[in-house]
């Protein structure tokens, strides 16, 4: 079992740039890929950043390609999510995935994943 927890989230300006943290207890996250995933109102659930086990590999959507970085630390049991030239679209609530059994590459899809945290807002004011 694995329980992950999110933070860093908040409310910034257009164009700022804020830090998720997503740190794992109970099992370690290096067995497996992990992601992070938002979620507007009356929107569904969107991917937003995979990273494998090691972190060599890396997945984005092109609506954050080039603004948002993903990566691991797999001593300290934490994902992070690194977000700059923040737009409003970006308001959601975040939350981080686990898929443990993946052992190399990533998935983008949510339904691919097993456990997930409660979720962190993040607002953008325009």
């Known amino acids: 079992q694995v329980q992950l927890g999110e933070s860093g989230g908040g409310l910034v300006q257009a164009g700022g740039s804020l830090r998720l943290s997503c740190t794992a207890s109970?099992?370690?996250?290096?067995?497996?890929?992990m992601a992070w995933f938002r979620q507007a109102p009356g929107k569904e659930r969107e991917f937003v950043a995979a990273i494998s086990r090691s972190g060599g590999t890396t997945s984005y959507p092109d609506s954050v390609k080039g603004r948002f970085t993903i990566s691991r630390d797999n001593a300290k049991n934490t994902v992070y999510l690194q977000m700059s030239s923040l737009k409003p679209e970006d308001t959601a609530l975040y939350y981080c995935?686990?898929?443990?059994?993946?052992?190399?590459?990533?998935?983008?899809?949510?339904?691919?994943?097993?456990?997930w945290g409660q979720g962190t807002q993040v607002t953008v004011s325009s």
């Open positions: 995935a686990a898929k443990p059994s993946l052992l190399a590459g990533t998935v983008t899809d949510k339904n691919e994943y097993v456990y």
């Open positions: 109970g099992r370690t996250i290096s067995s497996g890929a």
